[in-house]
């Protein structure tokens, strides 16, 4: 079955340390972004992928790095330098265009203690 | 930049309608898009509107006013399971997908 899939689905880590959130799709899908969503909140974009090789900054990019080598994987890097990491993150994918529908993972929940 | 803003909540009873507001601010505007969220699960395609007018997907409706900036997600015959968050999103030509605030909708019994 065609997905996308996010690893793992809870997260803990120590203030300080980096720590990488995956995402791999088999939709054949060109276009890839990651989200970030605090509780109550709505979903904010960290960076996105228009195809390999590539990325853009999305409105909340300070603290995180993304990586486009293949296209059916796009892992984010929560650096050190964020400064509230903890949030539930969200990874998604679309065709390329202008009213194609974005398929979302579960979800990864990340805490620092 | 890009903004949207969406009512923080809403509320009705099993059986009514509701309508879920979205005013927007783009550079550049490429269609409306709604989504659903249940808590804890991922967000799921609702309806997309690219040019002005109402869009309806059996119970679920959506309309678009680029004019006025804004649009709307009508839900008929609620029921229980609507109970979720509700999500409007705009694209652009750069493949940029910007999401709204969100409107939590409760529906009772």
């Known amino acids: 079955d065609g997905g996308i899939t996010q690893s793992p689905k809870y997260l803990f880590r120590k203030e300080g340390q980096n720590v990488t959130l995956s995402c791999e799709q088999n939709?054949?899908?060109?276009?890839m972004y990651w989200y970030r969503q605090d509780p109550g909140q709505g979903l904010r974009l960290i960076y996105y992928?228009?195809?390999?090789?590539?990325?853009q900054k999305g409105d909340i990019a300070e603290g995180y790095s993304v990586s486009r080598e293949k296209k059916e994987s796009f892992p984010l890097t929560v650096t050190s330098a964020q400064k509230n990491p903890t949030a539930f993150y969200l990874c998604?994918?679309?065709?390329?265009?202008?009213?194609?529908?974005?398929?979302f993972g579960q979800g990864t929940r990340l805490t620092v203690v | 930049g890009q903004s949207l803003e969406q009512p923080s909540e809403v509320t009705a009873v099993e059986g009514a309608i509701v309508q879920i507001n979205c005013t927007y601010q783009?550079?550049?505007?490429?269609?409306l898009s709604w989504y659903q969220q249940h808590d804890g699960g991922a967000p799921t395609f609702l309806s997309y509107?690219?040019?002005?007018g109402l869009e309806e997907t059996g119970r679920f409706s959506s309309f678009l006013s680029r004019s006025d900036s804004y649009g709307y997600l009508l839900l008929q015959e609620l029921q229980m399971k609507d109970s979720a968050s509700y999500f409007c999103?705009?694209?652009?030509?750069?493949?940029?997908?910007?999401f709204g605030t969100g409107t939590r909708l409760q529906v009772f019994p």
């Open positions: 939709l054949n899908h060109d276009a």
């Open positions: 992928s228009q195809i390999v090789n590539d990325f």
């Open positions: 998604a994918s679309r065709i390329r265009g202008l009213n194609t529908e974005a398929f």
């Open positions: 509107n690219g040019l002005d």
């Open positions: 999103a705009v694209g652009s030509s750069t493949d940029k997908l910007i």
């Open positions: 783009t550079s550049g505007f490429y269609g």
